[in-house]
C-alpha cells in the first residue's frame, strides 16, 4: 500500500481549535459546549497572516453563512424537515434524504447545521423545547459510537467547501463530491476515518481501497489526531517491479533444471 498525503492541513486554525476542543472530550458536554464554543473563539480570535490563508478562511467563513435555515423535527438521531421550502433549499446544497414520505437529515447533517445554528430542533410534540447541540450528540451516540468521529470529519469536509452524504458501510466513511458538482455526478471520493492511535489490519485496509477501487471511486483515509485535527491521505494499490537481475537468475535455474538429466535408476544386468 502506499498512502500520499494531499494538500492543506485540516482546514486551518478555526478547524483545529472546534476539533481539538471536540475530541479532547469524550461526553457530549464534551465534544458539544466546549466544541462548540472554543471553535467560535477560535474563528474569531485568530485572523490568517497570509494572504491565501486569509483569502481561504474568507471562502469558508462565507460557504459557511450562507447554509440554508431551517426547522426539524427529531426523531431518533435523525432531523425531519417537513417545510417546502427549506426542503429544497437544503437538497440544493447537498443534505438531507427523501425517505417514506419524507425529509431526513442524517445524524451528521443534523449535528451540523444545529453546530452551525442553522437548524432549530425540537422534539415531536414539542416535549422539552428546542434540542441543542450537547443534547444531539448524546442521542446519536447512544446509536453510534463514532457519532463524534463522523462529526468532525463532517464538519471539516463541509468547511473546505465539500458535499458529503453517508457512505457504502466501510466504517465512519462519507462519498464525497467534487466542489461545485453535486447534483450534476456522483461522488469522486469515499472517505473513511481512522482514529491517532489505533490499529488497522492491514488486510482489511486492503479489503477496503480495493472495494472502492473497483467502485470507481478515489479512497480517502481520514485520520483524526488526538487534538481533533483532521488529516487526509489518498490511499492507492501499488505494485513493485521485480528485480530484473533477479528474475533472469530464477529463469536460468528453472531452464537448467528442465534439461538436467533423469535421476530415475537405471536396471542392470547380474
Known amino acids: 500500500m502506499a498512502a500520499a498525503r494531499p494538500g492543506p492541513r485540516a482546514g486551518g486554525e478555526r478547524a483545529r481549535g472546534a476539533g481539538r476542543a471536540a475530541a479532547e ?5 464534551a465534544g458539544g459546549e466546549r466544541a462548540r464554543g472554543a471553535g467560535r473563539a477560535a474563528a474569531e480570535e485568530d485572523e490568517p497572516r497570509a494572504g ?9 467563513a462565507a460557504a459557511e453563512e450562507d447554509e440554508p435555515r431551517a426547522e426539524g423535527i427529531l426523531v431518533g438521531d435523525r432531523a425531519l424537515v417537513a417545510d417546502g421550502e ?11 434524504e427523501e ?30 423545547g428546542e434540542v441543542g447541540f450537547e443534547s444531539l450528540m448524546r442521542s446519536c451516540r447512544r446509536r453510534d459510537a463514532e457519532a463524534l468521529s463522523r462529526f468532525l470529519i463532517y464538519r ?36 473513511f476515518a481512522m482514529s491517532e492511535g489505533t490499529g488497522e489490519r492491514i488486510g482489511e485496509l486492503h479489503k477496503k481501497v480495493s472495494q472502492i477501487t473497483r467502485m470507481g471511486k478515489e479512497p480517502v483515509m481520514a485520520v483524526i489526531e488526538r487534538r481533533g485535527e483532521v488529516i487526509y491521505y489518498r490511499v492507492s494499490k501499488a505494485s513493485f517491479p ?3 537481475e533477479a528474475a533472469r537468475r530464477e529463469e536460468d535455474e528453472e531452464a537448467t533444471a528442465a534439461l538436467a538429466p533423469s535421476a530415475l535408476p537405471t536396471r542392470t544386468r547380474s
Open 25 to 29: 472530550e469524550d461526553e457530549p458536554r
Open 52 to 60: 491565501g490563508e486569509r483569502a481561504r478562511g474568507a471562502g469558508r
Open 86 to 96: 427549506a426542503r429544497r433549499a437544503l437538497e440544493r446544497r447537498g443534505y438531507g
Open 99 to 128: 425517505e417514506k414520505g419524507g425529509f431526513f437529515l442524517d445524524s451528521s447533517e443534523a449535528l451540523y447545521l444545529v453546530y452551525r445554528g442553522s437548524l432549530r430542533l425540537r422534539r415531536r410534540g414539542g416535549r422539552g
Open 156 to 191: 471539516d469536509l463541509r468547511s473546505r467547501g465539500y458535499a458529503a452524504k453517508g457512505g457504502f458501510g466501510f466504517g465512519s466513511d462519507f462519498r464525497v463530491y467534487e466542489r461545485g458538482r453535486f447534483g450534476e455526478k456522483g461522488a469522486r471520493y469515499v472517505v
Open 242 to 244: 521485480r528485480n530484473r
